[in-house]
T-cell receptor, first 115, second 112 residues
Framework: GAGVSQTPSNKVTEKGKYVELRCDPISGHTALYWYRQSLGQGPEFLIYFQGTGAADDSGLPNDRFFAVRPEGSVSTLKIQRTERGDSAVYLC?????????????FGEGSRLTVL | QKEVEQNSGPLSVPEGAIASLNCTYSDRGSQSFFWYRQYSGKSPELIMFIYSNGDKEDGRFTAQLNKASQYVSLLIRDSQPSDSATYLCAVNEPLRRGKLIFGQGTELSVKP
């Protein structure tokens, strides 16, 4: 596809379960970002990849959150022992350049609901 | 705590009027400033960016930056109902390449 693709679009899980969210960036984009957006708030930075490596993971809230991008394209955000406070829309974005001056292209997000 | 502040609104303007959206930021080291538009239930899309003090115009949109006052604004001329959305101000965090700090967004409603 032409845009950033995220799956699943919706995920409902129970407290304590493990969740994986997938992002397929725009072809050729080397930079990939994960943000989290709660209702009525702006997106909150989680992690930024340049190629295969996590260039900045300072936004991951705790060690239950982990993200990988093993081949420099698709990325997976992994959340262990989910909590109700993890409920949010998880947005993935990609860009040509890792510079903050680059335009971020966002996917439609994965809405996570933890019951 | 680095912050970006916006009035949450809603801001209501009549069709054809000028909508003015404001944003302040706390870190004087920030150099890049962005306005994203987010329709309800959709993802953010970039509409303007500005790096230098002054005004930058693109069609009906004008971004204004005043680094001394740590203030960014977005003006939308000839507002249309299709402009009704939440507008997010975003600022780069210095020394953290790739990280944007977003404000909470201002909801704009343009009434026909």
């Amino acid at each position: 596809g032409a845009g950033v693709s995220q799956t699943p679009s919706n995920k409902v899980t129970e407290k304590g379960k493990y969740v994986e969210l997938r992002c397929d960036p725009i072809s050729g984009h080397t930079a990939l970002y994960w943000y989290r957006q709660s209702l009525g708030q702006g997106p909150e930075f989680l992690i930024y990849f340049q190629g295969t490596g996590a260039a900045d993971d300072s936004g991951l809230p705790n060690d239950r959150f982990f993200a990988v991008r093993p081949e420099g394209s698709v990325s997976t955000l992994k959340i262990q022992r989910t909590e109700r406070g993890d409920s949010a829309v998880y947005l993935c974005a990609s860009s040509f350049s890792g510079s903050p001056t680059g335009e971020l292209f966002f996917g439609e997000g994965s809405r996570l609901t933890v019951l | 705590q680095k912050e970006v502040e916006q009035n949450s609104g809603p801001l209501s303007v009549p069709e054809g009027a000028i909508a003015s959206l404001n944003c302040t930021y706390s870190d004087r080291g920030s150099q890049s400033f962005f306005w994203y538009r987010q329709y309800s239930g959709k993802s953010p899309e970039l509409i303007m960016f500005i790096y230098s003090n002054g005004d930058k115009e693109d069609g009906r949109f004008t971004a204004q930056l005043n680094k001394a006052s740590q203030y960014v604004s977005l003006l939308i001329r000839d507002s249309q109902p299709s402009d009704s959305a939440t507008y997010l101000c975003a600022v780069n965090e210095p020394l953290r390449r790739g990280k944007l700090i977003f404000g909470q967004g201002t909801e704009l409603s343009v009434k026909p």
